[in-house]
């Protein structure tokens, strides 16, 4: 067992980093190479006159909001009328207000949070019309803000919005949504726009098999940390992910394309280096979450902790047999540690302090995370660890040659911390008044980490919960969808406003009195910072549920 869980960790973490230098590799030379090919003048033709402006770091989030404001606005319309709309063989009908504005805000700000089974909610234009397109252009977004975060840091013009998102889509998510898809189609996932087939049971009773265009569907929600699930299940039903090999390609689709993030922006600002040293702080923190994952699901329940049949092979509860033990806890991490909200296990079943590991990947939110913006968060701590680093050598901060003041760090933290309001305050008003303690599944700690968890989930632009969760009311679908909004915008909006601050300064030469960032110190310094900050915001919350849960069911 153990042997087995390492290999499947080998394959699927080992695999993701090595094709990862080079997809990074490519993303950088998109986005080096402005105006510079054929592609480049068909986006200027397609973005007509605003692609023509250089913008600064303020022009530059005022279009991703207007672009984000337009999509939110046009799939917010599409759900609402659905019913009268082409590509509806199932007759799908119309959709409660309240959840409209939650799946709109969930899909624009790239979380997909799901409070709805797709498959029983929305057409096929729906889907793939609205939630697929939204599934390109957020995470198109994320990749775009990075890129112009990594152009001011190098000391360079942020670039263009406009023409950042359409190459991050056309250049990056689609040539490889496209070969991860025809693999999954290949390998058994269902690909058409056929309404729902009728078959007869072995009890001689009628079923109807829900089916689509899943593999097109499936592709970019994993590609593009966006989540969710063509069906209700996700990725634990048997057309989403057949087999073993479709289960090993979505989880590693899961961190491709965040880990080539980090290699890009090391070749944006000129520092390889540095990106290296960054991405190794990234990768132990992901194996030490999945190493403790791991551990803590191999041991049984403790209502079967006195069967034989459970002592060797762990926690087998809401686990797929079919795909193995291992990989629900596995993808329990990955998932949660790019943001992305896909689910190969019932995380609601897991043990207490496997469970707690996909609240860490969301509450640090410096392990990959989504497409763009994990590198974007871990800058974030960069900036902070410097600060502190600085403050306790005596030397004024410098971060690429950059002064970093006391004025970026309190927009750093203000960012950081936002994330724990959000997520703590919102978990507080649910526990104790009936909009929360009516949907629990469970009471106890256990219900404590189904609204502190779903709270995460929506703040860390993540979208799996603990499911089992009655979250499909009006006050769940208005407060999560409001709390991705600001969870995806303002660890956006602020790091850009650092850069600009930072660019408006002189950039000082390096000497042998500066701090580095490419070396053991450096990482040892970042690492520190994450946890403190963690700690010291998530732990009273880790003991009222996860721990607490731990410790009932072991006395």
Not at 165 to 192: E, K, N, S, W, Y
Not at 226 to 251: A, D, K, Y
Not at 261 to 290: E, N
Not at 480 to 492: A, D, E, K, N, S
Request: hydrophobic residues 50%; charged residues 10%.
């Amino acid at each position: 067992m153990a042997l087995n869980a390492i290999l499947v960790v080998i394959l699927i973490v080992g695999g993701s980093a090595l094709m990862s230098w080079p997809l990074g590799r490519y993303m950088a030379q998109v986005f080096e190479s402005a105006g510079t090919g054929r592609f480049d003048r068909a986006f200027h033709a397609i973005a007509g006159r605003p692609g023509d402006e250089a913008h600064d770091w303020k022009r530059y989030v005022f279009a991703m909001l207007a672009f984000n404001m337009v999509m939110f606005t046009l799939v917010f319309v599409l759900q609402a009328t659905q019913q009268f709309l082409p590509l509806n063989p199932d007759g799908m009908g119309a959709v409660d207000p309240t959840l409209i504005y939650n799946t709109s805000a969930s899909f624009t700000t790239n979380t997909n949070l799901q409070h709805y089974s797709g498959e029983a909610t929305y057409s096929y234009l729906t889907q793939l019309g609205g939630l697929m397109w939204l599934q390109f252009v957020s995470a198109a977004t994320g990749i775009a803000a990075l890129v112009a975060l990594a152009r001011g840091l190098a000391g360079r013009a942020m670039g263009n919005f406009f023409i950042d998102v359409q190459r991050a889509a056309f250049l990056v998510l689609l040539p490889v949504a496209l070969i991860v898809a025809i693999m999954l189609v290949l390998l058994g996932v269902p690909m058409t726009f056929e309404g729902a087939a009728s078959a007869m049971t072995l009890e001689g009773l009628q079923q109807t098999i829900a089916r689509g265009p899943v593999a097109a569907f499936v592709t970019i929600k994993q590609l593009g940390t966006n989540g969710g699930g063509f069906f209700g299940p996700n990725s634990t039903h048997p057309l989403e992910n057949p087999s073993f090999w479709t289960n090993c390609i979505q989880m590693m689709s899961l961190i491709l394309i965040p880990m080539g993030c980090v290699w890009m922006f090391g070749r944006l600002i000129g520092r390889i280096r540095h990106g290296a040293v960054i991405f190794a702080v990234m990768l132990a923190f992901l194996l030490v979450k999945i190493s403790a994952s791991v551990w803590f699901e191999s041991a049984p329940t403790a209502a079967f902790a006195d069967l034989p049949i459970t002592q060797d092979v762990g926690n087998l509860e809401g686990k797929e047999m079919r795909l193995g033990a291992t990989t629900g806890p596995l993808w329990a991490v990955l998932t949660s540690s790019t943001s992305n909200g896909s689910v190969g296990a019932m995380h609601d079943s897991l043990n207490p302090l496997t469970g707690l590991m996909p609240m860490i990947g969301m509450w640090l939110n410096a392990t990959f995370g989504g497409v763009g913006v994990g590198m974007i968060n871990m800058f974030l701590y960069v900036v902070v660890g410097v600060f502190i680093a600085g403050m306790m050598i005596g030397r004024t901060p410098e971060y690429l040659g950059w002064r970093v003041e006391a004025y970026e760090v309190k927009l750093a933290l203000f960012s950081l911390l936002a994330h724990g309001m959000f997520i703590l305050v919102g978990t507080a008003i649910f526990a104790v008044t009936p909009w929360g303690l009516e949907a629990l599944n469970n009471t106890g700690p256990h219900g404590f980490s189904e609204i502190l968890y779903e709270f995460t989930s929506a703040s860390a632009n993540n979208g799996s919960g603990f499911e089992g969760l009655g979250d499909g009311t009006a006050p769940w679908n208005f407060f999560t969808g409001t709390v991705m909004l600001l969870g995806r915008f303002i660890p956006i909006i602020l790091p850009l406003a650092i850069v600009g601050s930072l660019s408006s300064k002189r950039r000082a030469t390096e000497s042998t009195g500066t701090l580095s960032v490419e070396g053991g110190v450096f990482a040892t310094m970042l690492a520190v910072t994450i946890i403190v900050v963690g700690a010291l915001t998530f732990f009273p919350a880790a003991t009222l549920g996860p721990v607490a849960e731990h410790v009932i069911a072991s006395n």
